[in-house]
């Protein structure tokens, strides 16, 4: 049985310094709507990742921009770039928290002692609530094998989602370690989010040299020399196998849904995690062919809508029960004219119109409603929450509550920079 979706219950926010930049940073979480994902901000500026908690629209397309470094996962580019994630999603995913805001002030998030566990704790804190949304879940229907040089990471078909780890290093004062868990937030919260980042010795001063490790110390980074740790013990006898584990979740949540496989690494890091992460994606694409996008020439050829009446550019997703659209707000929109000439303002009802022209092209979208007309029959619930300007981008979330054989059922909310402005229910009649 399909689980719901879940989202934390209050805003709350943690700072600290970047183990990479060695830079203060905030991070401050809030609560969002069913179907949001996980949505990034840096300084007020939203971050495009495909992190939602559905199955992704453009297969390898879809992945987030990131660094191609060893040592860090970022998402973004220039200056929208936020290092060092993979903690922080952890802990979101870890926690099976599906819709989450993670708004960064700087250029990485907090290292804090170094692992999961203090974003665990806070989030935990600000208290994680179900929604009404389902949470979908893909299954791992072939094997998949990423590999280098002596080091390989596998997922295969399981009816759970379990992670084997072997690391294996040269290093004679760092043993082989194994270990293997049947995930859950009980297990991810004792068991592998307190396990930190760590380094030998003999690479520390190096990496610095590079540009890594500027805010790490011997408390929130595990040392190792021939001695042993420096300054600092062991969380577990195998802490170092247990933070790849969390490095491959948080990794693995760049997917932006839910896997059940069993995933299998052999000393694997952030470059073969995000290969996995990669052909994952492209197996739910080939497996998923209602999971595509409409150009606004296939738009046209499902909705009856013209100029000026399209409010539609592009739907970037579209699946069995949801699509998500977008409309460019451009200052040369013949409302505009008259609504108002010294302060252009986008009227609230088209807003509306435009999340209704999303979920008739959701409908219309299905083989057995091809060729019909989508006709609103009632809209409720509508409320209007900030206003639209031009140059804004509207997201038009749609999701089906009811689906009979001519009467259909949405919800929609329409969003700028992550932040809902509108949202409203419709009912549709379906007519040849």
Do not use: W
């Not at 609530?129 to 078909?157: L, M, R, T």
């Not at 550019?313 to 977008?326: C, F, N, P, Q, S």
């Not at 001519?406 to 919800?411: E, I, N, P, R």
């Amino acid at each position: 049985m399909a689980k719901n979706q879940k989202t934390i219950a209050k805003a709350g926010s943690l700072s600290g310094v970047g183990i990479h930049t060695g830079l203060k940073t905030t991070v401050h979480f809030r609560p969002v709507t069913v179907n949001s994902g996980i949505e990034f901000s840096k300084n007020g500026t939203a971050v495009e990742t495909p992190a939602r908690p559905c199955l992704p629209a453009g297969g390898r397309r879809a992945l987030p921009l990131h660094d191609s470094d060893l040592r860090r996962t970022s998402i973004g580019e220039k200056e929208l770039k936020i290092q060092t994630v993979e903690h922080v999603l952890a802990a979101v995913r870890g926690l099976e928290i599906d819709n989450i805001g993670i708004d960064v002030e700087g250029p990485e998030l907090p290292a804090l002692d170094g692992s999961a566990a203090p974003f665990v704790r806070f989030l935990k804190e600000l208290g994680i609530v179900e929604q009404s949304g389902k949470k979908e879940v893909f299954k791992i229907a072939e094997p998949i094998f990423c590999h280098e040089k002596n080091k390989a990471i596998a997922i295969y078909p399981s009816q759970d989602f379990s992670i084997s780890y072997t690391l294996d290093y040269e290093r004679s004062y760092l043993k082989t370690q194994t270990v293997d868990f049947t995930l859950s937030p009980d297990v991810f919260e004792k068991e592998i989010a307190p396990a930190r980042t760590f380094c030998a010795e003999s690479e520390a001063e190096g990496l610095r040299t590079q540009g890594f490790g500027l805010g790490a110390n011997f408390e929130n980074t595990v040392v190792i020399s021939e001695k042993g740790v420096i300054q600092n013990s062991f969380r577990f006898p195998d802490e170092c196998a247990r933070h790849k584990v969390l490095d491959i979740l948080g990794d693995l949540s760049l997917l932006g849904f839910s896997v059940m496989g069993r995933v299998v690494g052999i000393r694997s890091g952030h470059a073969l995690n995000r290969k996995l992460v990669q052909e994952i994606s492209a197996q739910s694409q080939e497996r998923n062919p209602m999971n595509k996008e409409m150009t606004i020439e296939e738009i046209k050829k499902t909705l009856p809508h013209r100029y000026p009446f399209l409010l539609v550019d592009r739907i970037i997703e579209i699946k069995e029960k949801t699509a998500v659209g977008l409309k460019n707000v451009s200052i040369n929109e013949p409302f505009f004219q008259g609504h108002f000439p010294e302060r252009p303002v986008m009227p609230g009802v088209l807003i509306v119109e435009a999340m209704a022209q999303v979920g008739g092209a959701l409908m219309l979208s299905k083989s057995e409603n091809r060729g019909k007309l989508a006709y609103l029959l009632s809209i409720t619930n509508a409320r209007f929450r900030k206003v639209v300007v031009p140059g804004d981008q509207l997201r038009l979330e749609i999701e089906i509550l009811k689906m009979k054989s001519k009467v259909g059922v949405v919800k929609g909310a329409a969003k700028v920079n992550g932040e809902e402005v509108c949202d409203a229910e419709f009912m549709f009649t379906l007519v040849d």
